[in-house]
């Protein structure tokens, strides 16, 4: 109960905007899930809000069949984005949504496949000998061939949360696959290691390259000292990283691989790929950790740890077993990653000398709800009081909406889940009805057991 009267307080702003039921009366859900009856109505008007928007977020899919677009009720171009898929799919819309999401993956893998290291002018991933350069632009002002052409940005923008795929189809299929969905992920993940993943091993060290899980090449979560923002140099030197939120996600990508291979009966690659896992995760505590249990955002392309701790980095190093037990409670780092009632710092100290608010000097909501479920199963205690705050922090109406590709203000009178939270002010910013922002909202309601009939979660959490 008190749970509840902390998420009614929470939420209490909601009843103030207009209810879903009101402003969209032919809006019929296709979610199988209902609420308990009785529960607080900041909750309802917040749970109805969520659905609404994540299945406005449907769209048809170019490679086939329906798939969940970024955000914007629609309005991300049939992109199909490697971190979105991981961070929603693991989150909740696998387990409320699986049918949907099965068709999403296949898509994802599709895609994926058919842009293999296809790169646009200017957008080349250094060192690496299978690209292709390609007379098509890419995320330019007025034109983006390359993206609307295969709905996927370049292999440049895909070395963090890319391979997280895997995961999110274990966790997937461990609860409604059946054998040949676990042969179909077995042949494709072991395509993607061998053909995608490969280049990016250092046998030096053992760990990947590849910029920090979503954080985009390029942009203001890097020191300046990669380069200008937005430029080649700055991307590249982000891709040349070996981040410890990448690393875990192929630490469970591993682990799904040696179980599908169970699966499938092949017990001794079952043992190879389980050795893989081991070995990497070794390899994170090894290079990755501080002397006081906590993970490097990065090692920088010499060695050297970058003297900063990623909340995500943190997050995933727990869920996927790196460390347990004590040793997972340090690596939470709560004494060196603040928090504060809008969320947990995406990284922390902030680059003062990398000016802008975005990955900088903010706090990303699915973020801090994979934070605070580390947190559950680090100490046992629960989070949700704090994730429902968070969570509560993301969702307006915006005080300014200019008329764009994703709708106009009235389009968003009963509110919206944004993308992000600016750090210092707790202002909500970036894309309206954010995916994975609420797909972190409906993985609240499943913990925090609101809903009549909970659906099962996987082995691989």
Same mark, same amino acid.
């Given at each position: 109960?008190?749970?509840?009267?902390?998420?009614?307080?929470?939420?209490?702003?909601? =009843?103030?905007?207009?209810?879903?039921?009101?402003?969209?009366?032919?809006?019929?859900?296709?979610?199988?899930? /209902?609420?308990?009856?009785?529960?607080?109505?900041?909750?309802?008007?917040?749970?109805?809000?969520?659905?609404?928007?994540?299945?406005?977020?449907?769209?048809?899919?170019?490679?086939?069949?329906?798939?969940?677009?970024?955000?914007?009720?629609?309005?991300?171009?049939?992109?199909?984005?490697?971190?979105?898929?991981?961070?929603?799919?693991?989150?909740?819309?696998?387990?409320?949504?699986?049918?949907? !999401?099965?068709?999403?993956?296949?898509?994802?893998?599709?895609?994926?496949?058919?842009?293999?290291?296809?790169?646009?002018?200017?957008?080349?991933?250094?060192?690496?000998?299978?690209?292709?350069?390609?007379? @098509?632009?890419?995320?330019?002002?007025?034109?983006?061939?390359?993206?609307?052409?295969?709905? !996927?940005?370049?292999?440049?923008?895909?070395?963090?949360?890319?391979?997280?795929?895997?995961?999110?189809?274990?966790?997937?299929?461990?609860?409604?696959?059946?054998?040949?969905?676990?042969?179909?992920?077995?042949? !494709?993940?072991?395509?993607?290691?061998?053909?995608?993943?490969?280049?990016?091993?250092?046998?030096?060290?053992?760990?990947?390259?590849?910029?920090?899980?979503?954080?985009?090449?390029?942009?203001?979560?890097?020191?300046?000292?990669?380069?200008?923002?937005?430029?080649?140099?700055?991307?590249?030197?982000?891709?040349?990283?070996?981040?410890?939120?990448?690393?875990?996600?192929?630490?469970?990508? @591993?682990?799904?691989?040696?179980?599908?291979?169970?699966?499938?009966?092949?017990?001794?690659?079952?043992?190879?790929?389980?050795?893989?896992?081991?070995?990497?995760?070794?390899?994170?505590?090894?290079?990755?950790?501080?002397?006081?249990?906590?993970?490097?955002?990065?090692?920088?392309?010499?060695?050297?740890?970058?003297?900063?701790?990623?909340?995500?980095?943190?997050?995933?190093?727990?869920?996927?077993?790196?460390?347990?037990?004590?040793?997972?409670?340090?690596?939470?780092?709560?004494?060196?990653?603040?928090?504060?009632?809008?969320?947990?710092?995406?990284?922390?100290?902030?680059?003062?000398?990398?000016?802008?608010?975005?990955?900088?000097?903010?706090?990303?909501?699915?973020?801090?709800?994979?934070?605070?479920?580390?947190?559950?199963?680090?100490?046992?205690?629960?989070?949700?009081? /704090?994730?429902?705050?968070?969570?509560?922090?993301?969702? =307006?109406?915006?005080? !300014?909406?200019?008329?764009?590709?994703?709708?106009?203000?009235?389009?968003?009178?009963?509110?919206?889940?944004?993308?992000?939270?600016?750090?210092?002010?707790?202002?909500?910013?970036?894309?309206?009805?954010?995916?994975?922002?609420?797909?972190?909202?409906?993985?609240?309601?499943?913990?925090?057991?609101?809903?009549?009939?909970?659906?099962?979660?996987?082995?691989?959490?």
């Amino acid at each position: 109960m008190d749970l509840l009267n902390e998420a009614e307080r929470a939420f209490a702003p909601l =009843t103030g905007m207009e209810p879903v039921p009101s402003a969209f009366p032919g809006f019929v859900p296709r979610l199988e899930y /209902e609420l308990k009856s009785g529960l607080p109505a900041p909750l309802v008007r917040a749970w109805e809000l969520a659905v609404f928007e994540i299945e406005s977020n449907v769209r048809p899919c170019p490679y086939g069949g329906e798939f969940f677009t970024a955000g914007g009720r629609g309005g991300w171009h049939d992109m199909l984005f490697g971190q979105d898929t991981t961070g929603t799919a693991l989150l909740s819309l696998n387990r409320l949504y699986p049918d949907l !999401m099965k068709n999403h993956l296949r898509a994802y893998v599709s895609a994926r496949l058919n842009v293999w290291f296809l790169c646009p002018e200017g957008w080349e991933l250094e060192g690496c000998k299978e690209a292709i350069p390609v007379g @098509l632009d890419c995320w330019m002002p007025r034109s983006r061939a390359f993206c609307d052409r295969y709905h !996927m940005s370049p292999a440049l923008n895909r070395t963090g949360m890319d391979v997280g795929w895997i995961w999110a189809a274990g966790d997937l299929f461990d609860r409604s696959g059946d054998l040949l969905d676990w042969a179909w992920l077995y042949g !494709m993940g072991g395509l993607f290691f061998s053909r995608f993943y490969q280049p990016f091993f250092d046998p030096a060290d053992g760990l990947y390259f590849g910029q920090a899980s979503f954080i985009d090449v390029g942009h203001n979560g890097y020191p300046l000292s990669f380069g200008t923002p937005h430029t080649r140099a700055s991307r590249n030197a982000a891709v040349r990283i070996k981040a410890a939120s990448t690393n875990a996600l192929y630490v469970r990508s @591993l682990d799904v691989m040696a179980h599908a291979a169970l699966v499938l009966g092949r017990d001794g690659e079952s043992g190879r790929w389980q050795k893989r896992a081991d070995e990497l995760r070794a390899a994170i505590r090894e290079k990755l950790r501080f002397p006081d249990g906590s993970f490097s955002y990065f090692l920088h392309r010499d060695g050297e740890p970058e003297p900063r701790r990623e909340a995500l980095g943190a997050a995933f190093c727990v869920l996927c077993d790196v460390v347990r037990g004590e040793e997972a409670v340090r690596a939470l780092a709560p004494d060196k990653i603040p928090r504060r009632d809008h969320g947990v710092a995406l990284f922390y100290p902030f680059y003062e000398e990398n000016p802008g608010v975005y990955h900088n000097k903010s706090a990303w909501p699915f973020a801090s709800t994979f934070y605070y479920l580390a947190s559950e199963k680090a100490t046992g205690k629960s989070f949700l009081a /704090e994730d429902a705050r968070q969570l509560a922090s993301s969702v =307006t109406v915006p005080d !300014m909406l200019k008329k764009n590709d994703r709708g106009e203000l009235s389009d968003y009178r009963t509110g919206t889940f944004k993308e992000y939270i600016r750090w210092e002010d707790g202002v909500p910013g970036g894309t309206n009805a954010q995916s994975w922002t609420i797909s972190a909202f409906l993985n609240f309601a499943l913990r925090a057991g609101l809903l009549k009939k909970t659906p099962e979660r996987s082995r691989f959490w």
